[in-house]
């Protein structure tokens, strides 16, 4: 697959099947976050590659959209460094590109990926900090469920030409 189709094809995938994935395919998965683009370069993430069971039970009683995780075979838990970040709130915009890099990177694989989001929302991120035991100026940002895919969807058309606009806003 060529990266515009990647792009274009790439769904979020909820439903796994049971076979393993490998420590080289997390790795080039986290690999690929690490070349997204970040404010001045200051690449303020770091990575926790999750694949047990009881920990996933755990995250499902945080985040209520988390379910998927029963069947996933790993995680990748994604957080931003507040003192790598190039100024207050740019590790929140470097951490979205990186999750949005490895998403496409799973796909890629052949894999199947969920985007589960933490940030901004205190009350889990206060939760999956503990859990983690995250120090003070490590923030969690996303929480990425992968696995084999167990299901197949199609691509919708998202293309809404209304929504573009030349040299200025048009009235709508």
Request: glycine residues 6%; hydrophobic residues 40%.
């Amino acid at each position: 697959m060529d990266l515009y189709e990647g792009l274009i094809t790439r769904r979020s995938i909820r439903k796994y099947t049971s076979d393993p994935v490998s420590k080289k395919d997390l790795e080039e998965i986290i690999k690929a976050g690490m070349h997204a683009p970040s404010a001045v370069n200051c690449q303020p993430w770091h990575f926790i590659i999750i694949d047990e069971k009881e920990t996933f039970e755990k995250i499902i009683n945080i985040h209520a959209y988390a379910k998927m995780l029963k069947d996933a075979q790993a995680a990748i838990l994604v957080c931003g460094n507040e003192e790598l970040q190039h100024g207050d709130g740019y590790w929140a915009v470097d951490c979205g590109a990186a999750t949005q890099n490895m998403l496409l990177a799973a796909h890629a694989k052949g894999l199947g990926a969920v985007w589960l989001g933490l940030h901004p929302r205190e009350e889990r991120k206060k939760e999956i900090k503990k859990l983690f035991q995250l120090p003070e100026h490590i923030q969690p940002f996303s929480l990425i469920s992968i696995g084999w895919p167990a299901e197949q969807k199609q691509t919708p058309e998202r293309f809404k030409p209304e929504r573009i606009h030349y040299s200025k806003w048009q009235k709508e």
